[in-house]
């Protein structure tokens, strides 16, 4: 049995690790190299990454631009994408990740090296789980439901304490003993 239905992971893998695929309900089934993510309109490039993720530097599209150029179903619910060797995949809902997601393709005029999580690197603004930073993409498919996703069991970037710390006038949401955690104020606090 696999797992997307009559496609596996390995079928969504690209020819090359100088690609990834886009596949699903597209209109053309996609491997987008560097130069094919540099020809697509300005309106979906972005110069810098680190405008909208923090420490994440090099040339980027939107994944808007990127499933407009394969001529994505209107109706579909569902990106899911994962890692070339498919050890990470996620399920993400599409209207939360499309206007959003970012795929980070270079780095000084130069393809992504492995060690900044290239070739392709998804990363999705205002994400703090797994699903924020996905290294080493190597497809995206569109679909009507969501494929499988292990994300619940890597480490998340991001922890949430509920009610472990006293809010000052201006209603501090940062906990100040771990800069990466979020604090939930206690009911009637």
Known sequence: MSLFGPRSVASLRPSSAERFRVT???A???ELSLDDLRA???EYRIADASRFVAGIQGEAVRLAGVLAR???KA???FVNAGTRDGAVRLALFRHQVEPLALVVFARDGRALSAADGGPFRLVVPGFHDGAGDLRDLGW???ATSPGPDNRGVLPHRASVLIGQQRFDRER???DP???DTFVVPQPNS
Request: cysteine-free; glycine content about 8%.
């Open 24 to 26: 699903g309900k597209v």
């Open 28 to 30: 053309n089934e996609l």
């Open 40 to 42: 697509l309109p300005a």
């Open 70 to 72: 394969a001529g994505a």
């Open 75 to 77: 109706h579909p619910l």
């Open 140 to 142: 995206i498919e569109v």
């Open 172 to 174: 501090t949401w940062a």
């Open 177 to 179: 003993r771990h800069a």
